[in-house]
């Protein structure tokens, strides 16, 4: 037992040793890297002037670059949109020359005079005058003057205020006046507008009906006179009479119709007048009837 353990042991110290050996070559090996390292940046140092930056520090930088490179784009964007409008600009100052020489030869066509504009001068403001004494009881009588002064302006402006508010509340009266009589010129407007189509149309329709109780008079004039024509047919084959009373209801309804007719060119209400009217064509029909019963009768005697 005793025998394996020291071989466990020496094993250990062997594996030991080894690995302080290997720690040993690593340190030297990165000790040699750093010197390198150390003298590259030297090197760069006397070259470029510059140091050499670590990771978190080149990050940095590429941000930077970053945000610079979209500052960069927004500028060249503005300064594109810029000289864009210079060239706009320029063209239009192009044209209005050529504009302007056109207008100066079609004026000097017509014999007039082309008058070059007149620069207005620039109206600077007053400096304020700077007090001519430094003394303060001096000042003081100023300011209370000019106090006094102000409060004198204040009364004569005062009666001034007070006309102009006034006026301006004249003015604002006589303006709502103006403005309610032009809604109620419009509203009288559009409803005389309103009653002159509406009498428009009913003055079509009278004319309508008018015209139809015309040909309406003139039927029932026509069919009269051939009921008188078959009266005076029959008139002396007539032996009891009938014929002349049916003459006599026939010429009560030739007045009737005469007088309709006077109404409806008297204006009278065309409704009724056309009631009237089929009540007297009702009339006649039968009168019709009863003078072809009576012709008939006749016939057969």
């Not at 006046?177 to 009653?195: A, F, H, P």
């Amino acid at each position: 037992m005793g025998c394996i353990f020291r071989h466990q042991a020496a094993n250990v110290e062997r594996r030991k040793n080894t690995l302080a050996q290997k720690l040993q070559d690593a340190r030297k090996e990165l000790s040699g890297l750093e010197q390198a390292v150390e003298q590259k940046k030297q090197v760069l140092r006397s070259t470029s002037g510059a140091d050499v930056m670590s990771a978190h520090q080149f990050k940095a930088y590429v941000v930077k670059i970053r945000d610079k490179k979209v500052v960069y784009k927004r500028k060249k964007a503005q300064i594109e949109e810029i000289l864009t409008e210079r060239e706009v600009l320029l063209r239009t100052i192009d044209l209005l020359a050529k504009k302007f020489e056109w207008l100066k030869e079609k004026i000097e066509c017509m014999d007039g005079t082309v008058v070059d504009p007149v620069q207005a001068s620039v109206q600077t403001r007053p400096r304020t005058a700077a007090p001519a004494s430094s003394d303060v009881e001096e000042l003081k009588t100023m300011v209370v003057d000019l106090m006094h002064t102000l409060d004198k302006r204040s009364e004569q402006l005062a009666p001034l205020k007070e006309t102009h508010a006034e006026r301006a509340e004249a003015l604002e009266e006589q303006s709502n006046l103006v403005r309610n009589k032009q809604n109620e010129y419009e509203r009288r407007r559009t409803q005389m507008e309103k009653s002159y189509e509406e009498l428009k149309q009913t003055v079509e329709e009278m004319k309508n009906q008018e015209t139809a109780s015309t040909e309406t008079i003139q039927s029932l004039e026509s069919q009269i006179a051939e009921a008188r024509s078959q009266l005076s047919k029959i008139d002396s084959e007539d032996t009891n009479g009938g014929v002349a009373r049916l003459k006599a209801q026939l010429e009560e309804t030739q007045q009737k119709l005469d007088q309709l007719s006077q109404r409806n060119g008297a204006n009278v209400d065309l409704a009724v007048a056309r009631n009237r009217m089929a009540m007297w064509r009702g009339l006649l029909t039968m009168f019709e009837t009863k003078l072809a019963i009576a012709d008939e009768k006749v016939k057969m005697m």
